[in-house]
C-alpha cells in the first residue's frame, strides 16, 4: 500500500508498461543533464544529501514508485497487479496467500509449498490490504498470521476428499471454481485418479505458467476453462470426464460470492453430470448467519474493499444456495461431508488460535 508521502495521485486503471516507459523517458532525460529530471531523481533520496544521483533504469523506477507513494517499484507493481484482476481472481489470490501464510507457520494445519509463488506480489498485496481494511473485524491476529477459517476449512475438504476418494473408490474429481487450488500437487492420490479444475482463463493463465516451473501432479490433473455462470459441462466432457461414474464434486469458497441465480444455475447442472454414488463438498453461510450482527462488520468492511460479497448478495446466495442443494440431495443423491456448522468452525477457529 501508498505511504503517507504521496505527490500525485495513482490514475484510476494504471497501466505497468506504460510506468515502464514513463521510467525508461525520466533516465533519458536525466542522462541528458535534463535540470527538473536530476531534480527528481534528488527528491526521491532526500537523505543522499550532496552526492550526484544514480542514473540507472532501476533507480528511475525507484523514482516513479516514490512519487506515487510507494515505498518501492516492487510495491508499485504488486499493487498495479492487485487492480487488473477481478474480484474473484483476486480471491483466489488472497486464499493462496493465506495458504503460505499457513504453510509457515510454526505449527501448520497443511503444508502448500507451492502457494507463495502463486499468490505472487499482487496476491500479498490483496491480503494485505484485506488485512489492512478489515482491522479487528479479522480477529485478533497479525498480519502474517493465516485466517483461522480459510485454515481450518482448506484441511476440512483436504480430510474429505482424501477419506471419499480412498473409502468409496471414487475415481474422478472436478474442482469448481478451482483458483489456485493445488491439491493435485501437494495431496497422495491413488493412482488412476482423474482431476478436474474448473475455472476462467483469467485464473488459468496466471496458474498454468507457474505450475509448469514447479511440479507434475499426482494424479491426471486437467484444466478446463469455462465460466461457471455459463455451460460447463461440455468442457468438461471434452477433457475426459464420465458423467456415467460416480465423482467427487469440490465447491469451495465459491458459492456466496456468486449471485442467486448463477448457484442456483451450477447446483443445477450438477444435477445432469453428477452420476449416483457422487460425493459434494460445499461451504454455504445461511441466509440466518448473513443478516447477523456478527457479520455486519465484517461486511461492511469488504464492501468497502470492493468485495463482491455485499450483505444483500450474500443473503440471497445463501437463501438460493441451500434451496439448490436441497434439491440437489432431494432428486440426486449425492453423498455430503459431515457438516462443519459454524459453532463448531467457530470452536475450531479459537482453538487454533489458542494452541499454537
Known amino acids: 500500500m501508498p505511504n503517507d508521502r504521496i505527490a500525485e495521485p495513482l490514475p484510476a486503471r494504471p497501466n505497468l508498461e506504460h510506468q515502464r ?11 541528458a543533464e535534463d535540470r527538473e529530471a536530476l531534480q527528481r531523481f534528488r527528491a526521491a533520496r532526500p537523505n543522499a544529501k550532496d552526492e ?10 525507484f523514482v516513479i ?8 517499484w516492487t510495491k508499485l507493481k504488486a499493487h498495479i497487479g492487485a487492480m487488473q484482476i ?9 486464499v493462496a496467500a493465506n495458504r503460505a501464510f499457513e504453510t509457515e507457520h510454526a505449527q501448520p494445519l497443511y503444508r502448500d509449498p507451492f502457494a507463495r509463488l502463486l499468490a505472487g506480489d499482487a496476491g500479498m498485496a490483496l491480503m494485505a490490504r484485506m488485512r ?10 497479525s498480519t502474517r498470521d493465516p485466517d483461522p477459517y480459510l485454515s481450518v476449512r482448506t484441511r476440512f475438504f483436504d480430510d474429505a476428499l482424501q477419506k471419499v476418494v480412498r473409502g468409496a473408490g471414487i475415481a474422478q474429481v472436478v474442482v469448481l471454481g478451482a483458483g489456485m487450488d493445488m491439491r493435485a500437487f501437494r495431496l497422495e492420490w491413488p493412482a488412476g485418479l482423474a482431476w478436474f479444475e474448473i475455472d476462467r482463463e483469467e485464473v488459468f493463465s496466471r496458474k498454468e505458467p507457474v505450475l509448469r516451473r514447479l511440479a507434475r501432479p499426482r494424479c491426471a490433473r486437467q484444466a478446463v476453462c469455462a465460466d461457471l455462470g455459463g455451460e460447463w459441462t461440455s468442457a468438461l466432457a471434452a477433457a475426459g470426464f464420465d458423467s456415467t461414474r460416480p465423482a467427487a464434486f469440490l465447491i469451495e469458497g465459491v458459492l456466496l460470492y456468486l449471485n442467486a441465480a448463477t448457484v442456483a444455475h ?12 457422487s460425493w459434494i463438498g460445499l461451504d454455504l453461510i445461511s441466509a440466518a448467519t448473513a443478516a447477523s450482527p456478527l457479520m455486519a462488520a465484517h461486511l461492511r468492511r469488504l464492501a468497502e474493499l470492493g468485495r463482491p460479497s455485499s450483505a444483500s448478495r ?3 446466495a445463501a437463501m438460493s444456495g441451500d434451496a439448490a442443494v436441497a434439491a ?11 457438516p462443519a456448522t459454524p459453532c463448531n468452525v467457530r470452536r475450531t477457529c479459537a482453538t487454533v488460535a489458542a494452541f499454537r
Open 86 to 94: 477481478s474480484p474473484l481472481g483476486s480471491l483466489a489470490l488472497i
Open 52 to 61: 550526484p544521483p544514480k542514473l540507472s533504469l532501476q533507480a528511475a523506477q
Open 328 to 338: 440437489l440431495i432431494r432428486s440426486n443423491p449425492i453423498q455430503l461431508p459431515r
Open 65 to 72: 514508485a516514490r512519487e506515487y507513494g510507494f515505498a518501492s
Open 21 to 31: 516507459k514513463r521510467a525508461r523517458a525520466l533516465l533519458k532525460a536525466a542522462r
Open 314 to 316: 450474500l443473503r440471497c
Open 266 to 277: 451450477v447446483l443445477r447442472t450438477l444435477q445432469g453430470v453428477a452420476g449416483r454414488g
Open 132 to 141: 489492512s481494511a478489515l482491522g479487528s473485524a479479522s480477529g485478533p491476529f
